[in-house]
């Protein structure tokens, strides 16, 4: 058949797209917060932790629970283990596209069209990129495509019925998101008839609503079973509701995302256009399955088909995005996959000439050379070392059972010292309105933490808890930028020569006290590690001691010392007799670095835009391998 031409090149770009991918899915593209943080509890549930009751969360917990054995083939502390759950996701993947094949064949797509509309999503990094990322939202979209599937073959049988019901509450377990979506999805079957295109009272769909049900029950007899229903029920509704309340938002943050494709950015402090943001399958699904969106609202009413259905479907799902506060990259991935179908049937109807069918794949090419050349000579390989450098080495400073406080999990293996142990804005906004506790200094002093890591949510915590900031900054000293252990530090002037800490872990202390450290931007300057005033800073050194101070522990005088032996709990009080200002600086002497930091642009949250070049991937197997090498922009070994 004519229709049918050009349909066995689009395989091959099919394969070369998801190939570059899987490049990202190794290294190429960095870890996010979101995914330490869903490994993390992912991990718990398989050690036997209950959500909300025995760890804080927000999420619904499905995934955790299916990819809970995955987490027991791993025991690193790096970035290979996030890595390993995003490989073990990609059968779901695979399951969510050989369904929607299956639609839209059932639905009376050409072979070339269900092509076509399958390759320009997976050559488009608004679906690619967040769709190699270990979340919840690849769960919940596999499970809800899976439900569409079996509600389109509502005809053939009760079974299908009962299935797409249960699906569709499975989805709102894996992705709380998505349960609006569910429970619109679950009444529209209910009236329409697609098979027969006709409105009216479906009673075969009654069986979806036993199916929910019969998914609900056990997810309510294991919260009730745990004792912990009261509190899923807090953390899942009522706190979700008060933070999203409370936030204040973006403005055009969804108008944003969607421009996003375009290339145009709208939250720049002034609107713009970028040629490298460009994403031609992004756009290219956006526009063709937009296009089959309104033409099925529009000639679909008096005969509802099954374009009908998943246009009605899909407005209503872009339209509770749109009503979020918080709008992500990734809460499009169902959009896009939902475009997948209504573009196919679009196709169809467009491309009705052979010049038609050469321009679609044509700009199939373009689509798959772009997104290629995107994932692969783009890539940000360097953040991802040292995020798994970062984790591994935390992780190597401390002991076990220590606690860490950070604002992402990234010690994988180390308890949190806060509750809220990832700081996302719903903690920042429920924290600031007093409905969650804060982290306050005597939580500090109760139980130290052995480590801060100071990533860019902390550095937000700090920047907004000023006493708080003030106790920490001085009772902890970065090894690198982000690694901080307990050390002490203080600028002391002639009119306030005196300076007390309490010592937060027993060790050994090495002493440094130097006019030269009290112009250190330690002391006036600790954010900002890539600022101007830290270029060239190296750590305190044997010329930075032998400065006249009096130590005192516990109020009692000490002899003086370059190295003091002290203990948790202990009172240190240090006074100076020197006629300048001086810097003082107490850290750990079994810590041979201090004050590192990598190359310059390279981040833990990978937030520099990335650059093209030719990517090293030597980095991916170092990964892999667990090395540890880091290169450091200045010396930082003391």
Sequence with gaps: MKTERGTALLPIIALLAIAARLLQLQGLHPLVWDEIEFFRATDWVWRGLVPYRDFWEHHTPLQWFLFAPVTALTNSPGASAIILMRWAQLPLWIAAFVLLWGWMRRAGTSSFATWSAATLVLCSTLFMLPAVEYRVDVLGCVVYIAAIACLQRLGDGRRFAFLGGAFLCLA????????????????????????????????????????AAAAFVPAAVYFAATHSARIAWQRLWIDNFLADR?????????????????????????????????????IAILVIGGIGVVRALYR?????????????????????????????????????????????????????????????????????????????????????????????????????GAKVWDGAGWVLHHEPSYRYW??????????AHGYFEPYRIEDVLRDPPAEVIADYTVDNWLTLHRPFAGFILTHYLPLWREIWLPGMSARVAPATPAARWIVLADGTYDVYAS???????????????????????????????????????????????????????????????????????????????????????????????????VPDLAVLRQIARGTDAMQTREPCRR
């Design 515 to 613: 006019a030269r450290l009290a112009s250190h931007p330690w002391f006036r300057d600790p954010f900002h590690f890539d600022g101007p005033s830290w270029s060239g800073i190296h750590p305190p050194s044997a010329a930075d001691r032998g400065a006249r101070v009096d130590w005192l522990v516990d109020g009692a005088p000490i002899a003086p010392s370059n190295t003091l032996m002290l203990r948790r709990g202990q009172r240190l009080d240090a006074i100076s007799h020197e006629p300048q200002p001086l810097g003082i600086m107490l850290i750990g002497a079994q810590n041979d670095v201090a004050f590192c930091q990598p190359v310059r642009g390279v981040k833990l949250e990978a937030s520099e835009p990335p650059q093209w070049h």
């Design 300 to 400: 679909g009413f008096r005969a509802p088909g099954d374009e009908l259905f998943l246009a009605f479907l899909q407005v209503t799902n872009l339209l509770f995005i749109a009503a979020m506060k918080y709008v992500y990259n990734y809460h499009l991935e169902i959009v896009a996959l939902l475009m997948v179908p209504l573009a196919a049937i679009e196709i169809d109807r467009l491309v009705t000439s052979t010049a038609r069918r050469r321009a679609l794949v044509a700009l199939i090419i373009v689509a798959a050379a772009v997104n290629i050349a995107a994932a692969v000579f783009r890539g940000k390989e360097a953040d991802m070392q040292y995020e798994d450098f970062i984790m591994r080495e935390a992780d190597r400073r401390i002991p076990a």
């Design 246 to 282: 409370f936030a204040p938002g973006v403005e055009w943050m969804f108008v944003h995302r969607i421009a996003a494709p375009f290339g145009i950015r709208l939250i720049d402090a002034v609107p713009n256009f970028q040629l490298s943001l460009a994403d031609p399958g992004g």
């Design 172 to 211: 709102g377990l894996a992705n709380l998101r998505l349960g609006p979506l569910a429970v619109v999805t679950l009444l529209l079957v209910r009236v329409v008839r697609t098979r027969e295109r006709t409105w009216g009272g479906n009673t075969r769909a009654n069986w979806s609503f036993v199916g």
């Design 422 to 431: 990832f700081l996302r804005a719903n903690v920042f906004v429920m924290e």
